[in-house]
């Protein structure tokens, strides 16, 4: 008879209440709203046990939610042995003080900016990730300090949901000088890494690399687009935010012509705006694109909303000028049917499985369509010791003719308005002639 009985270590999930409240002028549904708010908490490890919502015409200011159904929250709290309340929209301090003290203590009340702030401290890997990601949560937390000490001694010790805030400091210890203090060290810090991806992005552009960004609503399957397309292998999983950080990868397309794809953070309704602000310089991979892929989930029934929630984030990065292709993926997920309804409510996009290899084909023909937008053909006679601009030529151009000549290179190319501005010094004494006229 064994003399111990080995215990799990393993964490256990926190029991989630997801709250919700109808104001009657939101794009998405209370229930399509609260079904995402439960796949956020699950991302982050809890068991939603409750889903409770109410129809107001504006938030009550004391509690958020009226008084009858905060004694009912109260209830469920207690019968269900709730660890943690999470409502779809933001709080203010005062309201989560508030409730703070009528569900007490034990439990803790946090809203869905928390709860995305919270993934996004998990999920962060690269260095510059993890400060965007900790100068949003000391934003959060900044106006949250007052009255918060016994709540933040209580979540020191659990650990969980909404409590990783501040990426190994003490909070303890945290007072409003030293945030502030804080996040001006983190938005310096993030001021010299924006300063040296703008040189990196400026040498791209300089070399004439046509710059392809895929952005979509989270968990439409960017980054197994980036894996079909580029052959790499970026982290894949089935969950909400799985990716971060940006992956750029290099795509040699069928014409010979090289250009990268750069997979980025996904999108979300009620995207924290403090969450925008802080990755603008990794957002500024989209922003300084030659052509948008949007990247759509066909099989999900709120398309045409993460549609929009896509655009809205574009346009608020000044993004939204840039040409862009409609993706339509996880075709492998509609029967016969649901695409031909796909391809006839949305002629100009591209349906794909990224999955399954499908239409992919199709896309990187539009993607070379794209990229010779705009393009003009001309003759140029390149000398051999400029061997970086043939290849570059050969990299980045279309080639129609080519043959080498005593003096250098001698081709007929169709090339960007970039490439032509720095081939200018070589184009050829008479662009329109055959090249055995020259």
């Known amino acids: 008879m ?68 905060t004694e009912e929250l109260v209830s469920y709290v207690r019968n269900l042995d709730a660890d943690v309340v999470i409502f779809d929209d933001e709080l203010t301090p005062s309201q989560q003080a508030n409730l703070e003290k009528v569900v007490g203590e034990r439990v803790k009340i946090i809203d869905r900016t928390a709860l995305i702030l919270d993934i996004f401290g998990t999920h962060a890997t690269t260095h510059e990730g993890r400060l965007q990601v900790q100068l949003a949560q000391l934003q959060y937390l900044l106006p949250r300090l007052r009255g918060m000490w016994s709540h933040l001694v209580g979540e020191q010790t659990r650990g969980g949901i909404g409590s990783r805030f501040g990426q190994g400091e003490s909070q303890l210890e945290v007072d409003r000088r030293i945030v502030r203090d804080r996040i001006s060290t983190l938005r310096h810090e993030l001021t010299e890494l924006e300063k040296r991806r703008g040189v990196q992005s400026k040498a791209r552009w300089d070399s004439g690399v046509y710059r392809v960004a895929l952005v979509g609503y989270t968990n439409a399957g960017k980054s197994t687009l980036l894996n079909r397309l580029t052959g790499s292998d970026v982290y894949v999983r089935d969950e909400l935010f799985a990716t971060l950080d940006p992956t750029t990868r290099a795509l040699d397309l069928e014409e010979g012509r090289k250009i990268t794809v750069t997979d980025t ?88 499985s990224a999955t399954e290899g499908t239409g992919i084909r199709g896309l990187l023909y539009r993607i070379a369509q794209e990229a010779s937008h705009g393009e003009e053909t001309c003759t140029v006679l390149i000398p051999f010791e400029k061997g970086i601009l043939v290849k570059m030529v050969h990299e980045r151009c279309q080639i129609i003719r080519e043959r080498y000549t005593q003096e250098g290179l001698l081709a007929t190319i169709r090339a960007s308005a970039r490439m032509r501005q720095m081939l200018e010094p070589y184009l050829a004494p008479d662009e329109t002639g055959d090249l055995e006229d020259l």
Do not use: C
């Open 265 to 352: 953070v996904g999108f979300i309704q009620k995207l924290p705006t403090m969450l925008v602000e802080s990755f603008k310089s990794t957002l500024a991979e989209v922003s300084s694109a030659d052509l948008v892929l949007l990247v759509v989930d066909t099989s999900d029934p709120n398309a045409d909303k993460e549609i929009a929630a896509v655009r809205s984030v574009l346009a608020d990065i000044g993004a939204d000028a840039i040409p862009s292709v409609l993706v339509y993926n996880k075709s492998d997920l509609l029967d016969d049917e649901g695409r031909r309804l796909v391809m006839t409510l949305h002629p100009e996009a591209q349906l794909i």
């Open 2 to 69: 064994a003399r111990f009985t080995p215990e799990s270590t393993a964490p256990v999930p926190e029991r989630a209440i997801l709250v919700g409240v109808d104001f009657g002028d939101a794009d998405w549904s209370i229930e399509d709203s609260m079904a995402e708010l439960g796949r956020l908490a699950e991302t982050d490890g809890a068991v939603v046990v409750m889903t409770m919502t109410q129809r107001l015409d504006k938030p009550v200011p004391r509690t958020f939610i009226g008084k009858g159904k």
